[in-house]
Structure formats: C-alpha cells, structure tokens
C-alpha cells in the first residue's frame, strides 16, 4: 500500500480481524516553558483600610456645643430613637495625627464602635455633646470637640489623648470591664532599627553590645542582674567539663561581652 502525505506525519498500520487502519499520529511538538503563576496579590481587610482613612482625617473643629445637662441629653436621644441601628460604622482605628503630632509610643487602638454601643445602649455617654450647628449630626466623632490640648480659646475642652483615656478608662474602671493599662489597648511601636544603629560594616560583638546599649542602658543593667546573666552550674553537655559548677555567663563564658 503507498501512502503519501506532508512529511511531518507519522503512520502505524494496525491490524484487527483482517481490517486494515491507518492512524495518522501527529509528530511531537517542541517543547514550549510552563506557564508562570501568576503573582500573588497580598490580601487586605476591607474594613481596616476604610478605618485607616478614616483614621488619617482631622475634620473642622467644632467651636460651640449646646448647653444641656446629660439627663436631658440622654433624653432627647432615647426620644428621637437614635440608638445602635443608627450607626454608620462599626469599626474605627483610633490613630490621629493630631496625637501623632507630639508623640508616637504606641499603636493605634482597634476600637470596636458596635460592641460598645450594645454594651452600654447609651450613645450620650460618649457623645456628650452635639454642635450648635443644628445641621451636624447628634454623633459627631471626638476629634470634632476634642484636638489640640490646651487650647486659649477653649481651655475647658480636653485634648485629644486626653478625652479618649478619660473617657475610656473611667468607663472600664466604673464598669469594672476592659483593659485600663496601656498594652491593654495598644502595641507598643518600635523603630525601625535600621534607621537608628550606628554601626561599621562587619563589626565586632562586643561594638553590637556598646550600640544597643547606647540606647537601651537601663535594659543593660536590668540584664545584668537576670537568672540568665547570673547563670552558673554543672554543664553535661560541655566537653571534658560536665561535672563542673563554674560555668556560665557569670564566671567564665566566654561571650560574656
């Protein structure tokens, strides 16, 4: 049998109950690379990237406030139903800059606006005022009353970090619920060290040990004083020594820089 076609073809002849086929099977085609993944975009919550920009907001200061006793304020909210299904947010990061201005110790606090609101079912205690403007709203945020500490013009208002703690604080300590220390509501921040060290390429230990504690020398004698410093006891995993008890950080280690 002659069989013609392109020259790329290859061609079996297979026989089955006398019934001759045949099967065109296409040549192998070149190698081709594997497909890259694709990169993998990092995941963000929605609500605390809405809370950030919230958070990086300093709306216009509030200059007057009615003059109202807290049971008539209370009242007249309980009045015009304002309550938990009222709120527009549920989630704020407590992080202005106009705390940030002066100093910026600790991390901002994850305040959860819902929780509190069904806790307490009072939105006056911590809206305890409402601007004069009769077209802002009942529950303006605190950072409306309260900015700048010490201020000529109002020297009765608290600043900023000032009314957060007061208010959260006092709140937690009446109530005898939630945290009243600072790590309790925030993480400490720390620097990025890279900016702050000052060191040689390649340097010494003992250089290391000088550069941190040029800042940290309080944490230095606190060190010294530690079960970890003062150490000294047998060590049977320490070669041709195991039944020795002068070993250790405070006889003769030798890294004891």
């Not at 040689?200 to 010294?224: F, I, K, Y």
Request: neutral net charge; proline residues 7%.
């Amino acid at each position: 049998m002659s069989i013609t076609g392109p020259v790329h073809r290859l061609f079996f002849t297979i026989v089955l109950t006398g019934i001759c086929l045949i099967v065109p099977v296409q040549a192998a085609a070149p190698p081709t690379e594997a497909p890259q993944p694709a990169a993998a975009t990092q995941w963000v919550a929605p609500d605390q990237e809405a809370a950030k920009k919230r958070a990086a907001e300093v709306v216009p200061f509030v200059e007057g406030v009615r003059d109202e006793c807290r049971l008539c304020r209370q009242q007249r909210l309980r009045d015009q139903g304002l309550g938990v299904k009222d709120q527009s947010e549920s989630y704020f990061l407590l992080d202005s800059p106009i705390i940030r201005q002066t100093e910026d110790h600790y991390g901002p606090v994850r305040f959860m606006h819902s929780k509190h609101a069904v806790v307490t079912k009072d939105c006056a205690l911590c809206h305890h005022h409402r601007p004069l403007d009769e077209s802002a709203s009942e529950t303006v945020r605190c950072s409306a009353c309260h900015q700048q500490p010490f201020q000529k013009s109002h020297p009765e208002r608290l600043g900023l970090k000032a009314a957060y703690h007061q208010q959260c604080m006092g709140c937690h300590r009446e109530m005898d619920k939630g945290p009243i220390d600072c790590a309790g509501c925030h993480r400490k921040n720390v620097p990025d060290h890279k900016e702050k060290i000052q060191l040689a390429e390649n340097p010494e230990p003992s250089q290391v040990t000088a550069e941190c504690l040029r800042c940290h020398q309080a944490a230095g004698e606190d060190m010294l004083k530690s079960a970890h410093w003062l150490w000294k006891g047998p060590s049977p995993n320490t070669l041709d020594h195991g039944k020795r008890v002068d070993l250790g950080k405070a006889t003769i280690a030798t890294n004891n820089f």
